[in-house]
């Protein structure tokens, strides 16, 4: 058998086609096989206001996002798809966002499609290039390769967008935890400002 006509990475047989009903309306995935969840307890560190998010977290811990997936192998080849919806809410000023991350493969690229929701793309790379794209309904961010992705929720109802990226990219999260990115996204009064980050702002005494 030769590559032409055996597309498995491993070797194997060729997956079967499938397909799965996701509700553009309604931004969700009908049954997903794998669901991640992090509470504002997964999130110390990562905010400025680090008594703000203990607060919040004393007062129920409430949820920030899922990921909804249909996990395909992590090979080559394999597009992975999921669902991030993100809810809206307020640490201190700074608007709920997840983790964000490179790629452990870091020259792979990602495709977000957002379904509902208002909010920022905030970017980054290795050698300092920083970016913050708009996210609504309709529009599409493209993450290019090597650049490492935060997205952040400005508005008042879930932050929800379909993504697309190469199966084997991995998450790598490391430089993210302890050197966050360029841009905070703050809300105050109702006003969304995009906030430069300075050396002693993403840890606050
Ligand atoms: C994966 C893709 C998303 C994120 C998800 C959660 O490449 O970008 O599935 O994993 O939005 O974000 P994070 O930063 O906590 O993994
Ligand atoms: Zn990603």
Redesign the pocket.
Known sequence: MNAHNNPSAAGGAPMTPWAIEIDLLEATMRMPDRL?V?RASDMRGYYRDAAALEHLIAAGDPLH?E?L?KPVPEERGHL?V?I?RLQPGLVGDECFM????F?AVPATG?IYLCLRGTGFMVMKTAAGLKAAVPMRRHQMVYVPPWWA???INTGDEPLVSF?V?PAE?G?N?GDIATAGFPQRILRRGGAVQIVEETANFSRPA
Do not use: I, N, P
């Not at 997840?98 to 991350?101: D, F, I, N, S, V």
């Open positions: 991640l992090r996002y990921v997936e992975m999921c991030s997840t983790k964000g991350h790629h990602e992705h935060r997205s993504c990226y990219a998450h999260y």
